[in-house]
């Protein structure tokens, strides 16, 4: 695992660009495995102002993002796939085409998660996973829970992380409880995975999931044992770990 110290959140974003602006350059056809949330924002807007500079192309690029919250349809304003479109796909050249997003819609979850464990399985995998890390220590909507999980699945989601989100929403009834998250398997297999994380509140538990036991309870923990994870954390977020 390396861990490279950022200044301040928008260090963490630019360092974070500049590492997979580089995995695009070498390889544009690559399959990114792409987050929401705060903590990415800023690596988004850094990686458009790269593609404005002309230094980066996703014209063959292909995504697959990590969760969508059930019952919101695309256009919604809290959905997923809202959010990757106004924050990053509008922005860039990539083919929306290419760009997938669990489909929060239709009373068949069996299905729709059938659907994205195959168009994962058709597309070969991850090849760089962007991870945030929620302050439970969820990656993706991967909850703390008895075990490991494998593949695309639907979750409960925690009071915690139901508190941290719902202030997204009009009114905290408005978010969905469950969401379609992909695996701990699924990102396990990306061939490379950065984390970021930014800021004092997520101090202790990214100190937990680095350098504690290796454990469900605390979903992160499991990148410890992933061969190739970049943790790009700014000064505050690691302040726990010095
Ligand atoms: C959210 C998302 C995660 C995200 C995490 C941290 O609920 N499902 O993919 O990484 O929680 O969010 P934030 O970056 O806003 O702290």
Known sequence: MKIIKASDYNDMSQK?????????????????????????????????EKYNQKLIDFSKAKSINLDEYRGLSGDHNQSYRYFMNINFFDHVNIN??????????????????????????????????ILGMG?????????????????????????STILANSVYFEKEEDMPRQAYTLGIQNI????????????????????????GHITPR??????????DVIVVADVDAMSSLI
Do not use: R
Not at 137 to 151: L, M, R, V, Y
Not at 196 to 208: E, H, N, P, R
Not at 218 to 227: A, C, R, T
């Open 188 to 211: 396990m297999y990306a061939k490379k995975i950065i984390l970021i994380v930014s800021g004092k509140a997520k101090a202790d538990i990214l100190k937990t999931a680095l350098t």
């Open 96 to 129: 929306t085409g290419n760009t997938h997003v669990p489909n929060g819609l239709g009373d068949d979850p069996e299905k729709n998660i059938s659907d994205y464990n195959t168009i994962i399985e058709k597309l070969g995998g991850i090849d760089v996973q």
């Open 218 to 227: 605390v979903p992160g923990s499991i990148l410890q044992l992933h061969s």
């Open 135 to 159: 302050h439970n220590g969820h990656i993706g909507f991967n909850e703390p829970a008895d075990f490991f999980t494998k593949k695309t699945h639907l979750v409960n989601l925690q009071e």
């Open 16 to 48: 974070a660009a500049d590492i997979l602006a580089e995995i695009v350059q070498t390889k544009p056809d690559l399959v990114m495995g792409l987050a929401t949330g705060s903590s990415p924002i800023g690596l988004y807007k850094c990686l458009i």
